[in-house]
């Protein structure tokens, strides 16, 4: 039975101006899904006209270019000029939202006051929870004494369906993720109505900035390929 070819685009061999995705006239390589999956691109396109889809995809791609200056300028060069958290701001106000929800960590409680305080400053009125709201400890998950971060004594797991139904029942038109963990944070995407986006990742290493340990990978994170 002949294997089927998946999606492969992080191996793309063009260039990002020479991808077949970017340019009609580009070249594509094993397992682009713009030749492969054309039913899916089908589907994705007729998703595009229902009106909600239709206008917070067309508010999302102004707000995409509206991150960069001097686009009227030819020859033009790439200059980003907005921070992520007044991306959100303005993404939000042009889809009217008035209610955010922010979900965070409690080991980023000081940004998530600081973020709050953002928010509410552009005119937001801002639900938040904690991650370990709730209080219920990790002996209801089957966690051995040994499993905790801190052994002997009590810990709370961290609850991001509880922090999901909080948001749910303050009916927040727009939620922000803030550093939850890795499988937390798909749980709370997985359980909230609202569409989220995320502001801050969590990596307790390099500062919340995971990408670092990518760009050096051929020294000082060099043990993370053997």
Not at 105 to 125: D, H, N, P, T
Not at 128 to 150: F, N, R, T, W, Y
Not at 161 to 173: F, G, R, W, Y
Request: charged share 30%; hydrophobic share 35%.
């Amino acid at each position: 039975m002949k294997k089927k070819i998946e999606s492969n685009c992080a191996h793309c061999a063009g260039t990002p101006g020479e991808r077949l995705c970017v340019n009609p006239d580009g070249k594509s390589s094993k397992g682009c899904p713009t030749v492969l999956k054309k039913d899916l691109a089908a589907k994705a396109r007729r998703e595009y006209r229902k009106k909600d889809v239709h206008e917070f995809a067309r508010k999302a791609s102004i707000q995409e270019g509206e991150c960069y200056a001097d686009r009227d300028k030819r020859p033009y060069r790439l200059h980003p000029v907005k921070p992520r958290i007044l991306e959100i701001c303005e993404f939000a106000k042009k889809m009217k939202y008035k209610k955010l929800g922010l979900a965070f960590c409690g080991g980023l409680a000081k940004e998530a006051e600081m973020i709050s305080q953002f928010f509410i400053l552009k005119g937001f009125e801002v639900v938040s929870v904690m991650c370990k709201a709730g209080s219920m400890p990790k002996e209801e998950l089957g966690l051995k004494d040994s499993q905790k971060i801190h052994r002997g004594q009590y810990e709370a797991i961290c609850n991001p369906i509880l922090q999901a139904l909080v948001v749910n029942e303050a009916k927040t038109q727009f939620n922000v993720l803030v550093g939850l963990c890795v499988g937390h944070d798909s749980l709370f995407l997985r359980y909230a109505e609202a569409p989220s986006t995320v502001l801050a990742v969590k990596d307790r290493v390099t500062g919340h900035n995971p990408l670092a340990a990518l760009y050096t990978l051929g020294s000082y994170y060099a043990w993370l390929e053997e």
